[in-house]
T-cell receptor, first 111, second 113 residues
Framework: QQPVQSPQAVILREGEDAVINCSSS?????VHWYRQKHGEAPIFLMI?????EQKGHDKISASFNEKKQQSSLYLTASQLSYSGTYFC????????????FGKGTRLSVIA | ETGVTQTPRHLVMGMTNKKSLKCEQH?????MYWYKQSAKKPLELMFV???????ENNSVPSRFSPECPNSSHLFLHLHTLQPEDSALYLC????????????FGPGTRLTVL
């Protein structure tokens, strides 16, 4: 039931783009994205609900493909501050199951 | 103080000790969570409380005992832990109505000797 994230790690230069994927073998109700910097608590980025919606703020956006049960997180024109580990958390049923987190994708942005 | 706070931030204990972790949220949330995060593992959900009632126990060994006296406070009582229990223990809170954004505390870094 744990979602699968890919890639496991990625290194970018400032200004480059990246895509992080989160896939599930089960039908999902929602996908949550969090970022955790080293030594800090995870910080919420966004939630996507089934129905194939797309969300974004600043240069970070995400989509949810209900047919594939896959969510993708898009980071454009990456900044040094984007470095950290990105986790997706998936929810299968409305209000009935807690989030299950993937293993995370470690993103390093270098100058 | 705002957000989710956790104390202590660091804890070293022997296998025979008894200690407690404390979590407090000032966000008016009614759901609280304990997660375990170890070096190469994802966030592992341990317990969930909704309106002070435990609604999830993710097959956690009995040496971990949660307590939720009210919607703002959550404790994790520890006894006879094993070295493999060394990890970062994160507390989070959210509104019960899904899908709810979870707010995490800074965590307690636990080392079991």
């Amino acid at each position: 039931q744990q979602p699968v994230q890919s890639p496991q790690a990625v290194i970018l230069r400032e200004g480059e783009d990246a895509v992080i994927n989160c896939s599930s073998s089960k039908a999902l109700y929602s996908v949550h994205w969090y970022r955790q910097k080293h030594g800090e608590a995870p910080i919420f980025l966004m939630i996507l609900l089934k129905g194939g919606e797309q969300k974004g703020h600043d240069k970070i956006s995400a989509s949810f493909n209900e047919k594939k049960q896959q969510s993708s997180l898009y980071l454009t024109a990456s900044q040094l501050s984007y470095s950290g580990t990105y986790f997706c958390g998936t929810e299968r049923d409305l209000g009935n199951t807690p989030l299950v987190f993937g293993k995370g994708t470690r993103l390093s942005v270098i100058a | 103080e705002t957000g989710v706070t956790q104390t202590p931030r660091h804890l070293v204990m022997g296998m025979t000790n008894k200690k407690s972790l404390k979590c407090e949220q000032h966000l008016g949330h009614n759901a609280m969570y304990w997660y375990k995060q170890s070096a190469k593992k994802p966030l592992e959900l341990m317990f969930v409380y909704n309106f002070k009632e435990q609604t999830e126990n993710n097959s956690v060994p009995s040496r971990f005992s949660p307590e939720c006296p009210n919607s703002s406070h959550l404790f994790l009582h520890l006894h006879t832990l094993q070295p493999e229990d060394s990890a970062l223990y994160l507390c989070a809170s959210s509104l019960s109505e899904p899908p709810g954004e979870q707010f995490f505390g800074p965590g307690t870094r636990l080392t079991v000797l």
